[in-house]
Each structure stands twice: as structure tokens, then as C-alpha cells.
């Protein structure tokens, strides 16, 4: 072997040396870029259910069965937090169902395409008055609707998991 040789050799292998550094420098990066993401992301989905139950968790209720009396009558509302329920969502971002607000019978439904067609339905006065509006002296169940579910549904009141929040569903005590 001539000293020249053996000065490529040494030379390559150092090269190789540098190279499997600078490898093992990216990966790691990849690893922790990739552990940053996955911080952020669960700080930002925690925040998103911190921010939503702040704001739903009055009407986080959950189901209850009519038959036992007393702890479904703990759980309701008074009328005044369904007209502010209603008032707070009149634009229809969130859909609201009333099923017997009133001696009608007949019931509040809100959604994005009744807000923008009828918004004076659901003005102060409309939800005050005594022959469409909401009775003052009565309670109400309430039920967080998630996911687009149907909020007229029944079947869907029982559902007690999280999601995007997208109706509350009022049952006439």
C-alpha cells in the first residue's frame, strides 16, 4: 500500500464518518420536529375542548331518565336560559330545538336557514310573547347534539361523547 492510498482511504472514511453524522443529525431532527407537531397539535385539540365546554358546559347535562324524578328535575333549565341559549345563537351557528315551549304545543326549531329567513321569530319579543313565545314558568331538559347529529332525534340525547358541538335539544320537563 502507498501513502497515497492509504491518504484516500482515510480521506473516504472520514467523508463516510461525516456523512453518517449529518444522517444521524437529520433523523433526530425529523424525531423531534415531528414530537413539536404532535405538542402542538394536542395543545391545540385541548384548547378546542376547553374552549367548548366553557361554552356549552351549562347545557352539559347529559341523559337522564324522565321516570326518576328527581334527578332528571336537577338537571333542567329555566326558561330564561333557553331564550339566552337562543338569543346567543340566533345566526344559526348552533342548531336548537324546543319541543313544547309554550300551551301551543308548537315547536322552536333554529337552524342557519330559518335564522336568515325569519330572524324577528326569534327576537326578544317573539320569545316573550305569550302566544309563540316560551313559557317563563317552565323547565327544560337539556341536550348537547354532536356532529351534525339530528337534533329532533331522541336517539341521539342518549350520546354522551365528545365531538364539535353543533345543536342543544330543549325537552320540556
Known sequence: MT???LEEMITIGVEFL????FLIFVVNFVGIKN???EVKNNKIVTAHNIRQYREFGKYETGYSDISDDAAYKSECLYADDVVEAIRNYRDGSIEIYV???NASGKYIHLT???AE???SDYSMEALMSAD????MN?????YLIYNGDDVKNRTFYENRFSGTVTGIAFIRY
Not at 309563540?132 to 313559557?135: A, K, L, Q, S
Open 3 to 5: 501513502r497515497e492510498t
Open 18 to 21: 461525516t456523512i453518517a453524522v
Open 35 to 37: 414530537d413539536f407537531a
Open 99 to 101: 319541543d313544547i315551549p
Open 112 to 114: 342557519r336557514k330559518d
Open 117 to 119: 329567513d325569519n330572524p
Open 132 to 135: 309563540r313565545g316560551i313559557d
Open 138 to 142: 317552565a323547565l327544560f331538559h337539556p
